[in-house]
């Protein structure tokens, strides 16, 4: 594939002539060029496709930082023919990622109302076009018969108003519905239009002065257009960059045999033409990595993943990026509203008994406490008191699928719910306990918010001294389906199963509960290395365990899930 450098590229004011053409274009403030051959910042493998190494930086600063202007070259046609020709061109037009190839600029379109006295080239009778505006000014034009006095006008517009309340004619939706494109007024003065979506672009045709025999009617079309005698509506195909600052006779053949064709028709009133035009990429255009990746100094690991938990933005900085957690807060902030309000950091590892982060708020606003949904269901959280992670939703929903509706579900370690209230859903009772208070009273929120508090129990106490009580008590249903999900102490906990059943009458029967327990392994083998730690906390030669592999957490770190059903040796051991 060839490789083409990319255009010169010219900063413009408006309203001066240029030295070296006919025309009037805007003076150039500077002149730069922004090749790959010659502007050395710019990363090789950035050739093609807007970057912000690439345009022009404007003067203003904070997120006018990074936009961003190019020039390009645009091919205006009729609007009506606009999608079969984008079609026709693919392979020539601008392609760029977030921009549309077809764009519609301030002056192209009218209400179809004034299309009848302004929009014929070959009509020159003046009085004719002066009947048609009074009579929609006025609803009687010259010739008509006597003018309507404003009482019986307005009498007469009441009449044509349906039992409903809307008018009996055409262009009512858009008398009364405001205008997609709206302008927006910035807070430093300055109104711009976008093309796109959410204002990431805007797109200005450089304008040939006009030769002052058109009729001028920018005060009756609105001050978008640009006071050229109106030939139809039209849109932009936006060519491709290589192409920018280019003539005719430089376009590629596809171009030429579309302008040939077109303007050699003399049954059409609506001109083909190329004109060139100005790209401006706004702050909003660009996305979080490219954006981290000019702020951030060069070689720094640009941090793009992040875990979310309702409105919250969970980072996990390295200490290479603390110098600048601020700043990446506020880029992760920007790029993710609204969903995102308030950007964390993790600032130690876990290791107190109730296995809480301690956060940092880096940007937003400073609460932790947040509604995730997860199932259909409603979790409060709140991630300063208690433990969340949103990467597990799908091992939560693998787990769920084991379930049966005449399952009793023990979950040991069950946080503020996501797996008890789940499950809870789906089989006949839960039993769910948690050492930390904080999560024990979230636990219970949560069960009411989801109307599931019937089918749950809930315990606040150590693990070891729930699975006594549970298994004990004469009270408790037969429990099927135990979850230990504390990946770090879990195995720890095992060995209170040993003899669960030896109080028990032999000649009853009972069911084995199975068990389904998290843990990590750093070594080559982690499924074998998990099986040993099982087999040796339950004092169990050899035992049938199902392993799956959850997630990598870390370089070389697997956290598994063994599933297994409680040896009858365990469980009966003296």
């Known amino acids: ?16 002539f240029h030295p070296f053409t006919s025309r009037f274009f805007p003076k150039p403030l500077f002149y730069c060029r922004f090749s790959t051959t010659s502007f050395s910042t710019v990363p090789q493998h950035l050739i093609y496709g807007p970057s912000l190494y690439k345009g022009h930086k404007i003067a203003h600063q904070n997120s006018d930082n990074f936009t961003r202007i190019f020039d390009i070259t645009a091919l205006r046609v009729p609007s009506k023919l606009c999608f079969s020709l984008e079609s026709k061109l693919r392979g020539h037009l601008l392609n760029w990622p977030r921009i549309r190839n077809i764009v519609r600029v301030p002056g192209d379109d009218i209400e179809d109302e004034l299309k009848d006295f302004i929009g014929d080239d070959n009509r020159d009778d003046d ?15 010259e010739g008509d018969g006597e003018k309507m006095c404003e009482v019986l006008y307005r009498d007469k517009l009441a009449r044509t108003f349906n039992s409903t309340g809307y008018v009996k004619f055409e262009n009512l939706a858009k008398i009364s519905r405001p205008k997609k494109n709206k302008w927006k007024r910035e807070g430093n003065g300055r109104e711009r239009r976008g093309n796109g979506r959410s204002d990431m672009s805007m797109v200005e045709v450089v304008e040939e002065e006009g030769s002052g025999d058109d009729e001028d009617f920018s005060g009756l079309l609105g001050d978008d257009f640009s006071g050229r005698k109106w030939s139809g509506s039209t849109r932009l195909l936006l060519l491709d960059e290589r192409y920018a600052n280019k003539g005719i006779e430089e376009m590629p053949e596809a171009i030429k045999a579309v302008l040939k064709e077109h303007n050699e028709e003399e049954s059409t009133r609506l001109c083909f033409e190329i004109v060139r035009c100005k790209l401006t990429l706004f702050y909003n255009y660009w996305q979080m990595n490219e954006v981290l990746d000019v702020l951030l100094p060069q070689g720094m690991i640009v941090p793009s993943a992040f875990e979310t938990v309702g409105h919250i933005a969970h980072l996990n900085l390295r200490e290479e990026h603390f110098p600048y957690k601020k700043l990446i807060a506020k880029v992760v902030l920007d790029k993710n509203k609204p969903k995102i309000q308030t950007v964390a950091n993790k600032i130690d590892v876990i290791h107190n008994d109730y296995r809480t ?43 769920l699928s084991c379930f049966t509706y005449n399952d009793v579900v023990c979950d040991v370690f069950a946080g503020v719910g996501p797996i008890a209230i789940s499950a809870a859903k789906k089989v006949n009772y839960v039993y769910a ?32 001294r729930f699975i006594d009580s549970i298994f004990a008590s004469e009270k408790a249903r037969p429990i099927t389906q135990v979850v230990m999900n504390l990946p770090n102490d879990a195995v720890g906990f095992l060995d209170s199963f040993r003899g669960i059943f030896r109080n028990k009458h032999t000649d009853k029967q009972f069911t084995l509960p199975r068990i389904h327990i998290y843990g990590f392994s750093k070594v080559q083998d982690p499924e074998f290395d998990f099986h040993e730690k099982i087999r040796i906390a339950l004092s169990e030669v050899a035992f049938e365990v199902q392993m ?7 370089p070389g770190k697997w956290m598994l899930c063994a599933s297994f059903v409680l040896p009858e040796t365990v469980a009966f051991a003296k």
């Open 433 to 464: 306990n948690d050492l930390n208070p904080n999560a024990v009273e979230y636990l219970e929120r949560n069960c009411v918010r989801n109307k599931l508090e019937r089918k749950i129990e809930i315990f606040n106490m150590d693990g070891r």
């Open 1 to 16: 594939m060839a490789l083409y450098p990319l255009p010169s590229s010219i900063i413009l004011n408006k309203l001066s």
């Open 357 to 399: 982060m301690q956060l940092e708020v880096l940007a937003g606003n400073h609460s932790l406490v947040t509604t995730v949904v997860e199932n259909g269901l409603y979790f409060d959280v709140d991630l300063a008191a208690v433990y969340w992670n949103s990467r597990l939703a799908t091992e939560r929903q693998r787990l």
């Open 548 to 554: 799956h592999r959850v997630r990598l957490v870390a």
């Open 127 to 141: 009085d004719e076009t002066l009947k048609l505006l009074e009579r929609r000014i006025y609803g009687r034009g």
